[in-house]
Structures are given as structure tokens and as C-alpha cells.
């Protein structure tokens, strides 16, 4: 509020008296020319070294936008370690004074000079004429915005995350656009922005490397596709289905419009906070969403209803994908002699390089039952004789790849000249039979297996007779050198299976370590889940760990299939998780069914709760959902039972670490279970753990938080934050309330405390809750007693177990002091140590 008044007298001064302009600090979303930026730490105005390594100097930075929504700016942003920035324009996390956070994620919407980082004391020249020049510490021209002489007088970071170049008449109050950061885009695709024909979208080479990478998404043949760079691209993703004009996806869509003789795609966030589309390094188009000072996954367009095997770089090259593990071609009757496996980025390579000078050593590996991402028929409606004939008779063709036809041996055929990852298909699941047919180079010292017989034309081998005669002379000598190398070959083949072996012994060991373990929930293939959850279609949740889906088994169960993000948890620790997670029972936690585990699946299945997450039923918002008062005071019963039993029952006690409406789903009957124990650690009376994944969620952070060094009783406290939002009806950190003082409710309950009318924060819409004063009035103080910044003399779970249950009374507390209007942002990394026990003096003893 005090920001926007702040902007409308800006604005108005400026009206009023261009010549002001100097002497305000704050206006700090525009510039005018003529200015010079340095991009060094003394001269620029924000200059932040963010937790993740990377630094920004920010020259613009508007900070008037609405909740949920990042501040912009632009500015250098880059890496100090390395010397090398970029002009980028950014979100970031701010306060309403400018201050750029720190502890956040950066994230970079657009960038001038993608393949040409500049130094340190780089200049950003904003020119008499109306130039956007950026010139390296050198002297040497980066680039330019080209826009000299054209009235330009403005630079503006505006409130949808553009840099624009304007023609601004302040007097006049009008202003128009010159140049617009969204014309050319980058990776990134914000929402209005539209990407037209003749545009693309290029991903970055990795997430440091600005540089475009090989995949882009452009329009061809009016629709949008995603490319593999090769030559000719290959297209691996096609973003509207045949004649769609657009594509839903759960927070948003895409459209296509058509406009004065172009094409075009515009992209439409459907929710409230700010998201984004990017084309990532791994070729995959991906919705973010920011949130807490950084951005999280919420979709993967497409990836869907397709699978992950159907991206080029999967498995690296020639490497096969099926389900997510990869493997290499292998040859008639497991010879696996053609193809060594690299690491999995890189792919297989060919034992004999593919070699146009000896063509009549060509030959094939057939791949039944395998395909390819990008399938361009070169020959319709042919035999499998001809279509391996037409690679062999050209050299550039790398493989054939088959497609039958349903009702007879007929079929197309594909002939690529290069091959990226290969995917392994299911002729029931994909309705297609597909063969592939690698082409290989047999080596002259590893003879032809007699099951392939060789293809090659009879000239072909004629002619190589015909060198060999020549160079007859030096036949020995060559052969002496081929033994040398066929020893070596040898070798180094025997070296490689010993490295086989030994993953594969560690990989036994685990699967051994798994059967002999007891009281572990059920193993799942992925197929079986694939088909639960009809390919996982539908979506019913998600966040930074990936995605939940619905699904029902073969008995009718209805279960909740999660699938992680595949780079998260090594197999070691996720069987640990499914250990753990998987012995503990009770009927406050979410059932941990089974999982699957493959190379590079992670999935848990859990019983499925119809009514979903509490935050869906207790807040005012939502009068149509909102729960009664009795049916409230037993879900904090639940929570509270579901928590002791975690902390202090089970054979593993466990602190669950990110306790909120969220994680805490209601079956049919409004029964409350905790689940997502996806944070989850032991309480180790002996040990301490250091926590680095992600930590706890914003608005339910206990302040010992900040220490980095935490004890299961931060669970307590954001079980006391639970309690308040249950009761108010809102949330603790809401930035809707209509006033700034009021967007963290614990301030709120400290006032209503000390004047002793605590009845005052509970929800009048809750039906029973005037009923109810007293017991109202006491769970409010429950809350207040574990929202103690102390966590000394914050209550165990149990105690507030028998205080619930009336077993048990609590001291009254008379210094609310605690109850302060910090909001606390989660470190990097904590460490987690056991609680001491409780001081029994804070009991007053059974009533
Ligand atoms: C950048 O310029 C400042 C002064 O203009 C100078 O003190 C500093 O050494 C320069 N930094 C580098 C890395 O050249
Ligand atoms: C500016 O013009 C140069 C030369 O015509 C061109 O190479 C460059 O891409 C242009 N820059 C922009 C931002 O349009
Ligand atoms: C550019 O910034 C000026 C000064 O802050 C502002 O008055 C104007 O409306 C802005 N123009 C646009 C297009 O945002
Ligand atoms: C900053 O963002 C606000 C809100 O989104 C917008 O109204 C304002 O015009 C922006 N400032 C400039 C200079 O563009
Ligand atoms: C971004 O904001 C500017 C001015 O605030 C507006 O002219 C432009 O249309 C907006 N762009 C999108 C994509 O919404
Ligand atoms: C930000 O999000 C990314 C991807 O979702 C994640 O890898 C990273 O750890 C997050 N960073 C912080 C500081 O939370
Ligand atoms: C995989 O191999 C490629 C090429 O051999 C190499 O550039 C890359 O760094 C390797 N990646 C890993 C994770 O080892
Ligand atoms: C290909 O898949 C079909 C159907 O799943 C199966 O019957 C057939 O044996 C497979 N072929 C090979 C060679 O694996
Ligand atoms: C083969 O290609 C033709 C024409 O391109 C197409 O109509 C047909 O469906 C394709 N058949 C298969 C099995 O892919
Ligand atoms: C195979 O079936 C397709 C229709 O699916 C037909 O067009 C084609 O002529 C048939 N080919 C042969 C050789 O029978
Ligand atoms: C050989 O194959 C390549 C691509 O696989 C194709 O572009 C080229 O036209 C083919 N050449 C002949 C003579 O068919
Ligand atoms: C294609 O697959 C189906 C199902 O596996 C099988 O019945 C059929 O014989 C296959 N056709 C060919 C040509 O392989």
C-alpha cells in the first residue's frame, strides 16, 4: 500500500516537475538518458552475491509489483568466480525498499549477450541518441539495441518482467514503445509474450553456459515444434495436437494466433503468481512458478502423455531408453562388441567408427520392437528389405527405422543421418510396431556374426579385394600391427567388463539387501504404475519434488503416484527413505503403499485420501468448503496424534520438517493424515544430521531456523501455525489482507493477547465456533504455547496430545513478546540435532 501511494506521488512529480528527477533515490524501474553504468561492485546500485554462486549488480529494479510476483530488474548478472556477466533482465526476491534478497534463486527472463559474456568494469551506456550499447571492459563492442536516433528518452524495467526502450513525454503523460526485450527472446517465454514464426526459442547449453544450445523451438508448418540441431533438425516435440488452436495445461495455455499474414504462439499464466515457460538445457519446455524468492517446476509440457524416453539426449547417443533406464545396442546373439556404454549424458559410441571409405563393411544391428523420437518418413508404403537397402546405399543414412503398417508387412521408413537416443516401444501401449536397424561398421578383426549375414553389394567386396592384392607387401607387417591393436582391444574390452561386473554386483547387492528386508511395502514395475495411473494423466499435485498422480490398481485401491524428479535422491538414500517411511504405521500418517525403483524412476505410491489437503477446506475464503468447528478441533486431534506418534512412538522417530495445510491430506470422513515425507529425517539421539535438500516452507519456520540448527520442535511450532490458520480461517503469511501490517497473523494474535480478547481472531463464518467460545479460546492458546521462540519451552507433541485430551492443563503464559513479525527464510543448510528433554516445571500436573 505505502509502496503504491509512494508510486502514484512519483508520478505526479514527475508530471509536475520534470527536473525532480535527480533528486529521487527510489525511482529506481526507469532511467534516462544519458547514463553509464560499470559493472563493478562500487558503482552499481544493487549489488548482491546470491547463495548459489551467482552475482547481481542491478541497474533497474521495480519492485511495485503484486503479491506473488518476483521484483524485475535489469543489470549484470554472473558469476565473479569466473569474470564473466551478462546484461540480463531478472527476477528476483526484494522488499518494498529495494533490497534485493539474498537466500533466493535469481531468475534470468532475458539476456542481450548470450555468446559473448563481458568482464568485470564492462560498460552499459545508455547514449544521448536513445543507443543501449553494451562495450566490454576492453573497449570492444558487445552489442547495441540499434536504436539510435529514434526519440528513445526512457529505459523501463516494467511490471511483466520486459526492458523497454521508450519515447516518453512526462508532461504529456504518454509514451510509446520502442524496443522491447520481449521481440527477442531468449529461452524463457513469459505470459502475453508471443513467439511468432521466424522466431525461437534456444536453449542454453547448461545452467551457467548462456551460450545457445542444440535445442530450439520454432514454427514450422503452422504449428510449434521442438528441434534437436543437426543437420537437417530433427523434431522431437510437437506442441499442438492436429488441428488444435491450443494447448491447456494445469496452470495456464498456450494459443495460437494468427495475425496479418504471421503465425503465433502466446502463452497464458491461469493463476495468480508469476509464471514462466523456459526450453531447458535438457530440451524439455517447462512451466515455472515463483515462489519464495525462487522458482519451482509446475509442469512439463507434454512430457506427459509422451514419457521421457521421447527426448533426444535421454540416454546420450545410440543409447536406448526404456522406462527411464538406458542401455546400449547389442548386436545378434548378445554381442555387445559394436557399442561400448560412455556415462549416460554422453551415450553409447561405436567400437568401429562409421567410415564412408569402406561401405562394403556396413552392416546392421536389428533393434526389434525400438524407435526413435523423430520419425520423417523418406520412403512410404515400403518393405523392410528396401528400406535397409536404401541406407546401405547411402552413406549419410546412420540408421532405418521401421514403422509397419497394422494390417500387413508393409510399412515406412526413416533414414536419419544422425542418431540421438533411441526409445524402446510397446506395440500394445504405442498402437505401432516399430523395428530400428542400427547401421554399424564390422571391424576387420571381429568377424561378421554368421546370424547377420553381410548385406553389403558384391562390387563393394570385390573392390576391397582388388587393395588388398596391391598393397600385398605390406600385408605382414599389417598384420603384425593388427595383432598389437587386437591385443590392446582385448584389454581394454576385459578391463570394461570388470567395471560391469562390479556395478552390477553393487546393484545385487542392494536388490538382495531389498528381499531380504522386511516390512517393506510392495515393489512395483513401471509399467504396472504406468498403466494404474493411464500413463500418468491425471495430475492431482506436485511442487520442487516433482508430480503426484491418481491412479487405481488391478483391485480397484485408488492410490497417489509420485514420481520424482529424476535427479534427486540417489537409489541409496530413496531406498532408505522407503525403508523408513515404509515400517512406520499409523493412522494419522498417509499409508506408504510401494514404489518403483528403476535407473532412473523414483516413484512412491500411497493409499489416495478423497477429500485432499486441508488448505483446500479451512480457509475463509472458500465459504462453499469451509469445515465446522467440531470437525476442525478433531483434525488438530489427528495432526497432533499423527505428530506425537512421528516424534516420539515409532521405532524410528522422525522429525517431519515441513508440517502445513498442504502436507496434511483428509480421507472421506474428514480424517487427518500427515504425509510428504519427502523432508523427513530421524532423530538421532546419537547423531546429528546436515539437511541441504530443501528446507521447510515460508510463513512455518520456527526462528531457530535462522541458527541453522534445528530440533524436531520445529515441528511443534509450525503445528502451532497450523492450529491458528485452522481457526482463523486464513493464513499466516497472506499478502492479500488489505493492510501491510497484517500479512503475518502472529503479530495480530500478540495484540489480541495482551488485551485478553484472543476469541477475536477466530473465524465468525466457522459454523459452531460462537457455540464454542471457551474450547476456541483454548486451542488459540495451545497454539500460542507452541509458537514459543524457545523451543526449550515449546511443549512436546505428547504433552500437547494430553492437553488436547484434557489430561493435562498448560501454565498460563503472560509474556507474549515472542509472538514478533519476523518472517523467517530458510538457510541454505541446517543441521538437525536432537531436542533436550523437557523441564518438567512447565506442567502444572494431571487436573
Ligand atoms: C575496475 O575499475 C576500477 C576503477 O575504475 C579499478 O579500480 C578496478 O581495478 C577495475 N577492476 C578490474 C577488474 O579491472
Ligand atoms: C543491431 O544491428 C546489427 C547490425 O545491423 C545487428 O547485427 C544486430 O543484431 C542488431 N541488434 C539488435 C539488438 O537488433
Ligand atoms: C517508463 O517510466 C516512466 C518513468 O517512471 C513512466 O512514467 C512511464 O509510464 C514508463 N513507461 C512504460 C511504457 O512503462
Ligand atoms: C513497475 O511495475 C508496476 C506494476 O507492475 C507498473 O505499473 C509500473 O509502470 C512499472 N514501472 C515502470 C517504470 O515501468
Ligand atoms: C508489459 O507491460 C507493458 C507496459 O507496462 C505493456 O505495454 C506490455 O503489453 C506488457 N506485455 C505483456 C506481454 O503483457
Ligand atoms: C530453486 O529451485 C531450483 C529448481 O526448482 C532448485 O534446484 C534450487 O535448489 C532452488 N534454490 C533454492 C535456494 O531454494
Ligand atoms: C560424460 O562424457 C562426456 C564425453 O565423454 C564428458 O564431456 C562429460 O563430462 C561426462 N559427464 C560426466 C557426468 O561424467
Ligand atoms: C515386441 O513386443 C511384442 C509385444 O509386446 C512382443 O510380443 C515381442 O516378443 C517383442 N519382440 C521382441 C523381439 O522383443
Ligand atoms: C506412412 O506414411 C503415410 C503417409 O505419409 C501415412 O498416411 C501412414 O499413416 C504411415 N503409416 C505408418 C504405419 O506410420
Ligand atoms: C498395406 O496396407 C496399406 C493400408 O494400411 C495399403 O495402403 C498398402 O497398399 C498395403 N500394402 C501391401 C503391399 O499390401
Ligand atoms: C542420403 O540421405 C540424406 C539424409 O539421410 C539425404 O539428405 C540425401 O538426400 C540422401 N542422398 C541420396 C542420394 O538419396
Ligand atoms: C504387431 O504387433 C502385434 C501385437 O504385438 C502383433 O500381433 C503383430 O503380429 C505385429 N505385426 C508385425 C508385422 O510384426
Known sequence: MAAMTCLVQLILSLVNFPFFLHAVETDYASAELPNTWRNNDFISRGSVDFVDGSTIRSILLNTSNPANFPAFGCGFYGRKTTNS??????????????????????????????????????????????????????????????????????????????????????????????????????????????????????????????????????????????????????????????????????????????????????????????????????????????????????ADILTDNRGICAYPTVCGKYGICSNGQCSCPVGNNGDTSYFQQLNSSAGCRQATPLSCQSTHLHSFIELPNVSYFSFVAAISDTDIESCKHACLENCSCKAAFFHYNSNNLSGNCSLPSQIFSLM???????????????????????????????????????????????????????????NLIGASVHILRKRGSIEEEGRRKTEDDWEKSLNLATNLPTRFNYEDLRSATENFNKRIGGGGFGSVFEGTLGDGTKIAVKRLDRLGQGRKEFLAEVKTIGSIHHVNLVRLIGFCIGNSNRILVYEHMNNGSLDKWIFHKNPATTLKWEIRKNIILDIAKGLAYLHEDCRMRIAHLDVKPENILLDGSFNAKLSDFGLARPID?????????????????????????????????????????????????????????????????????????????????????????????????????????????????????????????????SDYSFLTSTLVEAPAEVVMVPSSPQPASILSGPR
Open 424 to 482: 524402446s516401444t510397446s506395440p500394445v501401449l504405442d498402437r505401432y510396431n516399430s523395428t530400428s536397424f542400427i547401421k554399424v561398421q564390422r571391424s576387420t578383426l571381429v568377424p561378421a556374426s554368421p546370424a547377420s549375414p553381410s548385406p553389403s553389394p558384391p562390387l563393394a567386396r570385390k573392390k576391397s579385394i582388388r587393395i588388398e592384392l596391391i598393397i600385398g607387401p605390406l600385408v605382414a607387417a599389417l598384420i603384425f600391427t593388427f
Open 685 to 813: 539421539r546419537s547423531q546429528s544430521h546436515v539437511i541441504t535438500q530443501m528446507r521447510g516452507t515460508r510463513g512455518y519456520l520456527a526462528p531457530e531456523w535462522l541458527s541453522r540448527r534445528i530440533t524436531e520442535k520445529v515441528d511443534v511450532y509450525s503445528f502451532g501455525v497450523v492450529i491458528l490458520e485452522i481457526v482463523c480461517g486464513r493464513r499466516n503469511l497472506d499478502f492479500s489482507q488489505p493492510d501491510e501490517d497484517d500479512y503475518l497473523l502472529l503479530p495480530v494474535l500478540k495484540q489480541k493477547a495482551e488485551q485478553n480478547q484472543l476469541f477475536d481472531m477466530a473465524d465468525n463464518c466457522i459454523e459452531g465456533i460462537q457455540q464454542n467460545a471457551e474450547e476456541v479460546v483454548k486451542m488459540i492458546r495451545i497454539a500460542i504455547w507452541c509458537l514459543q521462540s524457545d523451543y526449550n519451552k515449546r511443549p512436546s507433541m505428547s504433552m500437547v496430545l494430553k492437553v488436547l485430551e484434557g489430561l493435562l492443563t498448560m501454565e498460563p503464559i
Open 85 to 298: 556477466f551478462y546484461f540480463a533482465v531478472f527476477a528476483v526476491e526484494a522488499t518494498s525498499d529495494s533490497t534485493i534478497i539474498e537466500s533466493g534463486s535469481p531468475q534470468i527472463l532475458w539476456i542481450a549477450n548470450r555468446d559473448n559474456p563481458v568482464k568485470d568494469n564492462a560498460t552499459l551506456e545508455f547514449t544521448g541518441d536513445g543507443n543501449l550499447v553494451l562495450t566490454d571492459a576492453d573497449g570492444m563492442f558487445i552489442w547495441s539495441s540499434n536504436t539510435s536516433d529514434r526519440s528513445v528518452n526512457y529505459m523501463n524495467i516494467t511490471g511483466n518482467g520486459t526492458l523497454m526502450l521508450v519515447e516518453f513525454n512526462g508532461l504529456e503523460l504518454f509514451s510509446t514503445t520502442v524496443w522491447s526485450s520481449l521481440d527477442y527472446p531468449i529461452n524463457t517465454w513469459l505470459p502475453g509474450q508471443t513467439i511468432e514464426e521466424g522466431q525461437r526459442l534456444i536453449a542454453s547449453v547448461s545452467a551457467s553456459n548462456w551460450t545457445p544450445g542444440q535445442f530450439f523451438l520454432s514454427f514450422a508448418n503452422d504449428n510449434l515444434y521442438a528441434f534437436i540441431q543437426s543437420s537437417p533438425p530433427q523434431v522431437y516435440l510437437q506442441v499442438f495436437n492436429e488441428g488444435a488452436e491450443s494447448k491447456q495445461f494445469r496452470t495456464g495455455r498456450l494459443e495460437l494466433e494468427y495475425t496479418r499474414q504471421t503465425i503465433a504462439a502466446r502463452f497464458t499464466s491461469e493463476t495468480e503468481k508469476f509464471q514462466f515457460l523456459r526450453l531447458d538445457t535438457d530440451g524439455h519446455l517447462r512451466v515455472y512458478q515463483w515462489d519464495r524468492a525462487n522458482a519451482s517446476e509446475v
